[in-house]
Nanobody, 119 residues
Framework: QLQLVESGGGLVQPGASLRLSCVVSGSTLDSYAMGWFRQAPGKDREFVAG??????????RYADSVKGRFTISRDNAKSTVTLQMNSLKPEDTAVYYC??????????WGQGTQVTVSS
């Protein structure tokens, strides 16, 4: 019943910003911890950012490669999770996926949105 749909990807120059959105339907967003992952060409999928449940504090965590540049947030009323990406680098180029974790693992995934950073 849970569906995740990402949007906001695109082609930008190094140093630019993008804001990705993930709209969740089929259940209340506050029932899940949420995360963003990415997969670059020829590489495995990697964790980018995560945000916990509001009742557990809503803590956030980030991959070392994006700390200080990316920010994850959630709006339970709008059933939306966002990833604000600043100071983008060519190595950020990847397909970005939104994911939901009802328990200890991410079980539900969106279709992905392409982010390309190139001059």
């Amino acid at each position: 019943q849970l569906q995740l749909v990402e949007s906001g990807g695109g082609l930008v120059q190094p140093g630019a910003s993008l804001r990705l959105s993930c709209v969740v339907s089929g259940s209340t967003l506050d029932s899940y911890a949420m995360g963003w992952f990415r997969q670059a060409p020829g590489k495995d999928r990697e964790f980018v950012a995560g945000i916990g449940l509001m009742w557990s504090g809503g803590s956030t965590r980030y991959a070392d490669s994006v700390k200080g540049r990316f920010t994850i947030s959630r709006d339970n009323a709008k059933s939306t999770v966002t990833l604000q990406m600043n100071s983008l680098k060519p190595e950020d180029t990847a397909v970005y996926y939104c994911a939901a974790a009802p328990t200890n693992t991410y079980e539900y995934w969106g279709q992905g949105t392409q982010v390309t950073v190139s001059s």
